[in-house]
């Protein structure tokens, strides 16, 4: 990703300062260099044409990535790209129109920017974000949790991390990783709701040859293959009762006994864990064992969702919104409306919902700015406005206790035009599940959710209050 942010830094300076005289800001992207071209001796039909021929370079150099070419064919490329665009502009100034035509080599000084960029025009374009990035935020809470991780690395203590679905704990603990002295050794990850129980038992612990029907061979496991580093065994809370027993015993005795073996295998490897749920209410319940629970949360670290945090969000956004244009091999930016919605807006899918709604926007987008016209409704309708809607009309509601109205309000204003359960009210709220139904009764009755489907797997859409 650096080679190419180097090209794409490279051309918006270039332009600016040539295109321009101006001064341009370090570090800017393209879509914000341009918009700096506003010098008072500039017109602004001259400023207009400048920008758009600054997005147009952009653009043509992402596509250009990756193809091998040479700087004479990336120079000619590029400047019948940026000819196109001036002679498409018949309301041009002829004078205008003549004068940027003939500076367009000059301007563009492809050997300059070939220069800065390294190898960047080599690098294929998925590879700019093909690895996710733990973007470091400006709120105290999210800085809380970098110190405490950055406190914990030199150690070799378990570590449980805790937060929503979506907050970004698979990118904690490949950061935990990274800053322990385990570092040179593997990262191993396991998702241990994505396998069946049989089968994550088998891959984590290994298992014998004809130890179970298809064991043709013999299977070393996980556990061994994290040797001298890190096992990360997300949402842990999905493990059955059989793979906590066997993770207790390996995390006690420093030892893994294969399926269907009876040796012991020393192992060494450093524990970091990972849930969503609540492990302390699910361990009162016995869903979860309590033993386990205590050698996981040697030290736990919860990561707040990230309406908790919103000043994270600007970061984000900025972040995401580069990561997606790279993919996308196009420049888009967000209007100041489209971009204030994205920052009111609670998220409850965290951190991997705004990813995917920005990829979303940018490759919809058919001009630069993105609008809030092009927000989905739930976002549209669902930020600081939908929740005090919703908090009005929840208020001195039957059914709806009075300590549960902000929880629920936020909840609502996040689903509207969506579905939710039984289930996303324990979750959102802490609450049992019959205090779960008798608010969904209370709600369908007010008219603020339609339910459908039958009992035990009835669900409901969220209206608007």
Not at 223 to 237: C, K, N, S
Not at 281 to 305: E, K, N, T
Not at 314 to 334: D, I, S, V, Y
Not at 350 to 356: A, F, G, M, W
Request: proline share 7%; glycine share 10%.
């Amino acid at each position: 990703m650096d080679a190419t942010q180097r090209v794409i830094i490279a051309a918006a300076a270039d332009l600016a300062g040539r295109l321009a005289g101006g001064g341009v800001r370090p570090g800017a992207g393209v879509a914000e260099t341009a918009q700096t071209l506003s010098p008072p001796e500039v017109p602004p039909e001259e400023r207009r044409l400048l920008e758009q021929l600054a997005r147009q370079v952009v653009e043509t150099m992402l596509g250009l990535a990756g193809k091998g070419l040479s700087l004479s064919q990336v120079q000619e490329a590029v400047q019948r790209a940026a000819q196109k665009l001036i002679t498409s502009r018949p309301e041009l100034p002829r004078s205008l129109a003549a004068r940027l035509t003939g500076e367009v080599p000059r301007l563009l000084n492809l050997e300059h920017l070939v220069d800065l960029a390294g190898r960047g025009l080599e690098l294929p374009p998925l590879a700019a974000a093909a690895e996710p990035e733990l973007v470091p935020g400006t709120s105290a809470a999210f800085a809380q949790v970098l110190r405490d991780l950055e406190q914990v690395a030199a150690t070799d203590f378990p570590v449980l991390l805790l937060g929503e679905t979506g907050t970004g704990k698979e990118l904690l603990a490949r950061r935990l990783h990274r800053l322990s002295p385990r570092k040179s050794g593997p990262l191993v990850a396991v998702n241990c709701a994505a396998l069946p129980q049989s089968l994550l038992e088998s891959e984590l612990f290994g298992h014998e040859k004809g130890a179970f029907t298809g064991a043709s061979q013999a299977h070393a496991g996980l556990v061994r293959a994290a040797a001298g580093g890190t096992l990360f065994l997300d949402e842990i809370g999905q493990a059955g009762p059989q793979v906590q027993a066997r993770l207790l015993r390996v995390l006690e005795q420093r030892v893994v006994t294969p399926v269907g073996g009876s040796r012991e295998i020393p192992v060494d490897f450093r524990l970091v864990a990972a849930s969503h749920r609540d492990l302390a209410r699910a361990a009162a319940q016995g869903s979860f064992s309590r033993a386990l629970l205590y050698r996981l949360q040697v030290v736990p670290i919860f990561l707040p969702p990230l309406r908790e945090r919103r000043e994270d969000i600007g970061p984000l956004l900025e972040h995401l919104l580069t990561q997606a244009c790279l993919l996308a091999k196009k420049t888009r930016g967000l209007a100041p409306q489209t971009r204030q919605a994205l920052v009111d807006y609670d998220w409850p899918g965290n951190v991997r919902e705004l990813s995917h709604v920005i990829q979303r926007l940018v490759v919809l987008a058919p001009e630069y700015e993105i609008g809030p016209q092009a927000l989905p409704p739930e976002i549209a309708g669902g930020g600081q406005q939908g929740r005090k809607r919703f908090t009005q009309a929840l208020t001195g509601l039957d059914g709806v206790p009075a300590k549960r109205v902000e929880g629920l309000a936020a909840l609502l204003a996040a689903r509207q035009g969506q579905e939710l359960a039984n289930q996303d009210l324990r979750q959102a709220l802490g609450c049992s599940d019959s205090t779960a139904k008798n608010i969904l009764r209370a709600l369908a009755a007010a008219g603020l959710v339609q339910a459908a489907g039958s009992r035990g797997g009835r669900r409901y859409r969220v209206a608007a209050p």
